[in-house]
């Protein structure tokens, strides 16, 4: 795991820019920043910001949460062209192609090929942003050497800016992640705890006894007409793939259906007295 993230921070995630056109709200350029910084990049760039002390936004400081580092070390610059320079390949986030534009693809197949473009060519490439209220011009578009489209329903194909600089980040980290060889797994962080080992065969079966006798007492197992409620524990149990503490815990409430605790009071103090005498 440290492998690969070793391969996607300094090398190839450096060189992915998130550019922002003339965004409206503070909010969302710290949005942005959370969103990136969680899928491993760190370059952001913001073009003609209408609010340009937006580092310090407390809009924006408030929605980037852990990335406030990404929002202060964003780059902002006057034009597209002077965000894209180093820049070899960008595409332009948007929901259609334009007559004049270059060919748009769906982000999948984009990043499939931004991850492709980073492994044997040279130089950055970026992912280009409209503005909140009318996304990306013409003009800026045609800056760009391809479209980009996220799949959204027609009924409601419109999403935050921030939700497509996340969803096109997603994108990337999970494509990376599927050529290291990490598709399927999560990282250790998030699998905190150790797990028991299944619990043996012999703990099985000594727990559906157990189960068939609790039954019994409570009578929901009839032993002259058993019917299907055994096979059918045993294919529950099968699915439920049981640790030993599991199995515990259900042999002591087999012993509780079995002998209520109302019952067992004092059993123990009269076994002992039995015992003495």
Known sequence: MREYQEMQTPNKASRVRFVLCDPSLPANIGAAARAIKTMGFR??????????????HPDAIALSTSSVDVLR?????????????????????????REY??????LRSAASRA??????EPGDIAFVFGTE?????????????????????????????????????????????SRAGEEGKLYDWETRFDRDPPAEVPAIEGFLEHWARAMTACGALNSAEPKFLMPMTRRIIARAGLTQPEVDMLRGVCAAIICPKTERKGQKKAGKKSELK
């Open 101 to 106: 534009g270059p060919p748009i693809e769906e």
């Open 73 to 97: 070390e964003s780059h902002s610059v006057a034009t597209l062209t002077e965000a894209l320079n180093g820049v070899t390949f960008a595409w332009a986030l948007s929901g259609y192609d």
């Open 43 to 56: 370059d952001l760039w913001v073009v003609n910001p209408k609010h340009p002390d937006y580092r310090e």
């Open 133 to 177: 209220r009318s996304g990306l011009t013409n003009a800026e578009i045609e800056v760009c050497q391809g479209i980009a489209a996220i799949p959204a329903d027609p009924e409601s194909p419109s999403l935050n800016l921030a939700q497509s600089v996340q969803v096109t980040a997603y994108e990337l980290h999970m494509t990376e992640r």
């Open 115 to 120: 991850c492709d473009f980073l492994a044997s």
